[in-house]
Nanobody
Framework: QEQLVQSGGGLVQPGGSLRLSCEAS????????VGWFRQAPGKEREFVGS????????YYSNSVVGRFTIARGDARNMFHLQMTNLKPEDTAVYYC????????????????WSQGTQVTVSS
């Protein structure tokens, strides 16, 4: 089975920046919609953002719009979540995901998930 392998995460101060990366096959990165979710303790996994296979459609949750950006790497074997102006409420385990729909990412349609990585925003 094809897998998504993510890296990044860690402890950052409020107002800081952090970049998460997700490695996958070129087939997945080039043809699937890709995106990110997060889950805080005691809460449901929530949508963060996604981009369509051709970058024509981009979606971000209201809580992160203007602060987070998703982009594919030039080699099309990786995609990234660039987070800026981080807030304590951004603290969660973050997961990358890929959806064969190609246009948007929904939990029920996700074929591939990463293992998750902790992001903690605290002074």
């Amino acid at each position: 089975q094809e897998q998504l392998v993510q890296s990044g995460g860690g402890l950052v101060q409020p107002g800081g920046s952090l970049r998460l990366s997700c490695e996958a096959s070129r087939r997945i990165v080039s043809t699937y919609a890709v995106g990110w979710f997060r889950q805080a303790p005691g809460k449901e996994r929530e949508f963060v953002g996604s981009i369509s296979w051709n970058d024509a459609e981009k979606y971000y949750s209201n809580s992160v719009v203007g602060r987070f950006t998703i982009a594919r790497g030039d080699a099309r074997n990786m995609f990234h979540l660039q987070m800026t102006n981080l807030k304590p409420e951004d603290t969660a385990v973050y997961y990358c995901a890929a959806d064969p729909d190609g246009y948007s990412v929904r939990i029920a349609r996700v074929d591939y998930w990463s293992q998750g990585t902790q992001v903690t925003v605290s002074s």
